[in-house]
């Protein structure tokens, strides 16, 4: 088999996955996949599963396909490609090392190449997220990797509507078990090494990662840190301070929390050039203003990540089209004017990462 043919294997095979990772008329989707796999690579990642398994069930697999590897082959391919965040080990409940197929969503091989960006990733990268977008309708917000929590403030002190425990940040970290781990924060990183500068904040560990797998992979290769729960807490309040937008993954038990801004984040940066950013965001919240008791002080429209705010005859207002409900704005005002209300229609998250996988998958059928 031609190398060509091998990088377009993968291709293919990626594209079948939740995340997908369609063709490119441009070829940018093969320089991509070249940067992040080798022939080798690539011949084993088309024989991974969505399910965790073994080293010696893929192996059979591969020989089964007319490859011949022996086993300790595979294991030196499978531990390279671990360290280089091209596929998902799986711990948990398992004597051995399990391992999985990853793709390109959030939390997926992009992700982990946080603490590792080159000029040459982040040109191919680049070049084929802009022909993506070029030809790409837009996801729709239940299969969106992230979605829209308050900041605690915003809602912790309300009495006028129930908060689901899915929607308190606070009690979604409470619920799980942990461990956890923090990594910088790849969008940051971007901008960064592209000359520029987030003028939000200058939270650099700002990503949390959660769960025995998800927790331990970050550590292992080197791009996170274990912390405590007291230290999430922590990260937490910072991000609430500076004013940025809780992301957790799109269910009731994250892997993974973001705390983002209007200045870098990737999905941020992209929907708030639409004319309803709304629209995109899966959040069961939107902000409200009395106007007897605005001041006119600005502050919310200054600290708004989405452009939602506008001052209106020396009074805000909120635009419903753009506003995605992260409550920064109720935070940051010093006359209290500013306040959430719950939608008339609650979403509810899937309850896990495998349960919003497979909706996706669903939905491509």
Known sequence: MSEDQIYRDLQEFLDKLPGGFPSMESGSDINLLRYLFTPEEA???????MDPEPANVIHDRINSSGIS???DELQEILDNMLRKGTLMPRYEGYEE???CCTDTTSGG???????RLTDEFLEKFGKYSADKASGATLTPKEHSPLRTVPVQKSISASERFPISSYDDIREIVKSLPGPFAVANCICRQMTRIHGGKCG???LEESCIIIGPDHARHYVDMGIGRFITREEVSDILNKAQDDGLILQPENSQRPEAVCCCCGDCCVFLTRYKKLPRPADMYLSNFYAEVDPELCAGCGLCVERCQMEARVLLDGVASVDLDRCIGCGNCVVFCPSGANRMRKKEEETVPVRDKNAFYMNLLSSKQ
């Open 97 to 99: 090392t399990h391992y």
């Open 43 to 49: 011949s084993v990642a088309v024989h991974l599963s």
């Open 200 to 202: 939000v904040t200058d």
């Open 69 to 71: 590897m022996s086993l």
């Open 109 to 115: 091989m992009i992700t982990l190449q946080v603490d």
